[in-house]
């Protein structure tokens, strides 16, 4: 069969799916919908509990970057950017850092600015 034959195929098999499921995803929208409504409240906190725990699992979780036979800790790019950032008097709140190993460079950038460490 060629291609096309095949793309006409799957395009009809796909629209014929839709029709098919309508009735269902019908039903789990309404259900889903009421159990929204009841446990409202209660889902914005389970969201941000499970927010919470996954940043305190990631820190508890090392992270090591490897490119062309070198090795960063995440931990150790954290810290020599802190570092820095006290070193030149800038504020390190609403820190964000971007890792370009092949420059070996850790660009960061914070509310007192912006620079870069070597690696």
Not at 47 to 60: I, Y
Not at 99 to 118: L, W
């Amino acid at each position: 069969m060629s291609r096309r034959t095949d793309k006409k195929k799957f395009k009809r098999m796909l629209q014929a799916q839709p029709a098919q499921n309508t009735a269902e995803t019908a039903a789990a929208e309404t259900s889903s919908q009421t159990t929204a409504d009841t446990a409202g409240e209660n889902t914005a906190a389970a969201v941000e509990r499970t927010g919470a725990e996954a940043v305190s699992a990631a820190a508890d979780c090392p992270l090591f970057i490897q490119y062309q036979n070198h090795e960063y800790t995440a931990e150790n790019i954290i810290s020599q950017v802190r570092e820095k950032c006290a070193a030149e008097g800038m504020d390190s709140s609403d820190l964000r850092i971007y890792v370009k190993p092949e420059d070996q460079r850790a660009y960061f950038v914070c509310a007192g600015g912006n620079s870069f460490i070597d690696l």
